[in-house]
T-cell receptor, first 112, second 113 residues
């Protein structure tokens, strides 16, 4: 089934550890996004990539990095996790010229 | 500062009645607006959208209204069904900023039998 695959679905992590959330899409969408969802705050954009080889910062980029080596993959890395990064992370993608984003099922991260 | 605001965290409606979810925005340059629906433990799914050149868009039981002068949009669901119970997010985008979506905080809709 075409769509977005996120891994892991859930993870508990000790503070200070490095963590990479994986996101893969098979729809050949040019643009990809990472959002975090926190209770009472909605969905906030962390980083985005309009095409392979380019990335940009969103509303809450601090403590996160991304790379876009190819069209399909857009990993999100927490270099040194902190408890405030406990959240549900959603990856999304969008084809060129369209306004609608397609979301993955999310990765729930708990930093202790 | 949040540019898309959903001021009602929750809404409860009886089955068969109309559900009206509201959304306000502050950036007059937004040119596309979307509603997403989210069930627990799932990603948001696209529901309906509207371009800034229109004031209404209808898709089955769902209608979105846009009032640009008031910077306000609303989602009407009629008739409401128990399966509509979910969190609804309003989102807005700027075509010349890469289409990244700015989301509201969401409204949790409960449709009771």
């Amino acid at each position: 089934i075409a769509g977005i695959t996120q891994a892991p679905t859930s993870q508990i992590l000790a503070a200070g550890r490095r963590m990479t959330l994986r996101c893969t899409q098979d729809m050949r969408h040019n643009a990809m996004y990472w959002y975090r969802q926190d209770l009472g705050l909605g969905l906030r954009l962390i980083h985005y990539s309009n095409t392979a080889g380019t990335t940009g910062k969103g509303e809450v980029p601090d403590g996160y990095s991304v790379s876009r080596a190819n069209t399909d993959d857009f990993p999100l890395t927490l270099a040194s996790a902190v408890p405030s990064q406990t959240s549900v992370y959603f990856c999304a993608s969008r084809p060129s010229g369209a306004n609608v984003l397609t979301f993955g099922a999310g990765s729930r991260l708990t930093v202790l | 500062d949040q540019q898309v605001k959903q001021n009602s965290p929750s809404l409860s409606v009886q089955e068969g009645r109309i559900s009206i979810l509201n959304c306000d925005y502050t950036n007059s340059m937004f040119d596309y607006f979307l509603w997403y629906k989210k069930y627990p433990a799932e990603g948001p799914t696209f529901l309906i959208s509207i371009s800034s050149i229109k004031d209404k868009n209808e898709d089955g039981r769902f209608t979105v209204f846009l009032n640009k002068s008031a910077k306000h949009l609303s989602l009407h669901i009629v008739p409401s069904q128990p399966g509509d119970s979910a969190v609804y997010f309003c989102a807005a985008s700027l075509s010349n900023s890469g289409y990244a979506l700015n989301f509201g905080k969401g409204t949790s809709l409960l449709v009771t039998p």
